[in-house]
């Protein structure tokens, strides 16, 4: 346990002292830019997530949280849309102005649904029935819409990607084999995509 722990710091006094915590300072960035990212949390997170992927950190996550509306779903969502249009948005700009687009795969992506009723308390619910994902960047075709659901927003009536399909398209495009296992430290075996299938659509032409 002693051994373990002392690796632990060690972990950390090189974290400290590493040569790349410069990418966490985002004062020297240019005011127009920080603007277009937005004032808020999120918008400096995606920011700095440019400059970690500059540095050559190879996995980045940004989290916008409050979409749970099971109250107020209109007025919340009208503000965290407004974090994370300009954000992310201005993202994916600043990767392609930095030729960083093409190499690097951006995800967002929540962990289900909103019902498309609303509830008595104007907010809506779980709703695992249907979902979306917006991906970009390395690998992915880009343009392109995949998937459809019905004028309610019910059902999915075309197209139907289950979640092992969209980990296994993620996987491929990162030189990963969908159908890979690891062990865990306990010696659980874990697959990586949980026998789930590419969507071929989905991957670019090379």
């Known amino acids: 346990m002693i051994t373990g722990r002392h690796a632990v710091y060690a972990k950390a006094m090189r974290l400290m002292q590493s040569p790349h915590l410069s990418a ?3 004062s020297g960035e240019p005011a127009a830019l920080k603007t277009a990212y937005g004032d808020s949390d999120f918008g ?3 920011l700095t997530a440019r400059r970690l992927i500059e540095t050559g950190v190879k996995f980045v996550e940004v989290v916008l949280d409050g979409w749970d509306t099971h109250q107020n779903n209109f007025e919340r969502v009208k503000d965290l ?3 994370l249009d300009p954000a992310m ?3 994916l700009h600043d990767l392609t102005q930095r030729k960083l687009l093409s190499r690097t795969l951006v995800v967002c992506v929540g962990d289900f649904g909103r019902t498309p009723t609303i509830n008595a308390n104007e907010g809506r619910d779980h709703f695992p029935q249907a979902s979306f994902a917006v991906l970009a960047g390395g690998g992915i075709r880009g343009g392109i ?3 459809e659901t019905n004028a309610e927003g019910s059902a999915v009536v075309r197209d139907p990607m289950a979640v092992p399909a969209l980990f296994a398209t993620l996987s491929t495009v990162l030189g990963i084999a969908p159908d890979a296992e690891v062990v865990a430290p306990s010696g659980r075996p874990i697959s990586v995509t949980d026998h789930g299938v590419a969507v071929p659509e989905l991957i670019a032409a090379t």
């Open 24 to 26: 966490f300072d985002v």
């Open 44 to 46: 400096r997170g995606c």
């Open 81 to 83: 849309s407004a974090q």
């Open 89 to 91: 948005g201005t993202l």
């Open 145 to 147: 819409v995949h998937g």
